[in-house]
């Protein structure tokens, strides 16, 4: 039945569904009241074939009569169900049967927002964009934060996928047809990402769930930077890095950070500097850039705990208290840190404060 867990009920309703079809189309039996039958979000068994994406059941179900058009009570359309399924198969037989490429929850992602850029969708990411703009998807959707597909995509470092996106999509404000390449996409990305911050709930009178999840979009479309694979300078390198160091054990972050950029600027493949400039950005507040060092350090190297430290830090800071106990927790994980008391209280700690945010005791 698709890619997901045998017996989670989505599955085990749409095997039910469609064994009771066949079982009515061998019968003679009407089967059109079982077509359309939902599940408490809405979901037809047409519905879930695509959200399991099971090419199969997607094609069964249409030839049947199944409504493509039909969408989750939350407005979530077939096409985005197949494309996070991550399967391009189960897409191109929804949208050949006439799933809707637009439809979406309101200011939410669409179809071609899902395909660019979510976790499910990294192996055929590429695939699945090509097919949904072929059934003419609409490139220049943006979603609640002015974000479109291609600046998704961006943001989680699809480059490829972004050259695919970029001819089907119109420049961004001030940006001329001629100047508008991956690269000019990036500095919109970047932008954007640095003016969303983290809001409070209480500034903006937001719900603590709401806070939460404003935190964790934040947190989810932060990417590492791009690591170098040779070193320019060791020496100045070396140099630098122990300016930093010093000046930060003075609390002068600022000239810290400046130091460590030198350093990096010198040789990027270090993940103690990227760690090291984390740690001063921390300090100055700058939680979303600290986030984006401690991420790099992490992928140079999963095994330094600091990098973990770091992130779990950020996260905390930025208010994604989930995914920072998570980033703690996989921290005690790496050999050798199962007791690092570091990486316990700041599991403890972001425990604590998402059941106080949400208001659990």
């Excluded at 100055?284 to 830090?313: M, P």
Aim: glycine share 10%; hydrophobic share 40%; net charge negative.
């Amino acid at each position: 039945m698709g890619s997901g867990p045998s017996g989670d009920k989505a599955s085990v309703d749409c095997a039910k569904c469609v064994k009771q079809l066949i079982e009515a189309l061998e019968g003679g039996v009407d089967d059109s009241v079982g077509l359309e039958s939902t599940a408490d979000d809405g979901a037809t068994p047409f519905l879930m074939a695509c959200s399991r994406g099971s090419e199969a059941t997607v094609e069964l179900l249409a030839g049947k009569g199944a409504n493509a058009a039909a969408t989750l009570k939350s407005g979530v359309g077939a096409a985005s169900l197949a494309a996070a399924s991550g399967n391009p198969c189960a897409l191109r037989a929804a949208l050949r049967h006439g799933a809707p490429t637009g439809s979406r929850p309101s200011g939410g992602m669409s179809a071609l927002h899902i395909a660019a850029s979510h976790p499910n969708t990294a192996e055929h990411s590429l695939e699945l964009v090509q097919a949904l703009l072929e059934a003419k998807a609409d490139a220049d959707v943006a979603d609640s934060e002015g974000l479109k597909a291609v600046h998704a995509a961006a943001a989680v470092g699809r480059t490829n996928v972004v050259e695919a996106l970029i001819g089907a999509t119109c420049p961004d404000d001030g940006v001329d047809a001629k100047d508008w390449n991956a690269s000019s996409v990036q500095k919109t990305v970047q932008a954007k990402l640095r003016a969303m911050g983290a809001p409070r709930a209480e500034d903006v009178g937001m719900t603590a769930e709401g806070a939460a999840a404003a935190a964790k979009q934040i947190s989810e479309t932060c990417v590492p930077h791009d690591v170098p694979t040779e070193v320019k300078d060791a020496a100045v390198a070396a140099k630098t890095k122990r300016e930093g160091d010093e000046a930060f054990i003075k609390g002068d972050n600022v000239n810290a950070i400046d130091k460590y950029t030198q350093s990096l600027d010198a040789d990027g493949t270090n993940e103690k500097v990227w760690a090291n400039r984390a740690a001063a950005k921390l300090k100055l507040k700058d939680f979303h850039g600290a986030l984006r060092d401690a991420r790099t350090a992490k992928v140079i190297d999963c095994d330094y705990v600091k990098a973990w430290f770091r992130e779990g830090s950020a996260l905390t800071e930025l208010g994604d208290y989930e995914n920072a106990a998570l980033c703690f927790f996989e921290g005690m994980q790496v050999e050798g840190q199962s007791e690092n008391p570091d990486l316990k209280r700041g599991f403890d700690d972001a425990i604590k404060k998402g059941r106080d945010a949400l208001g659990k005791k």
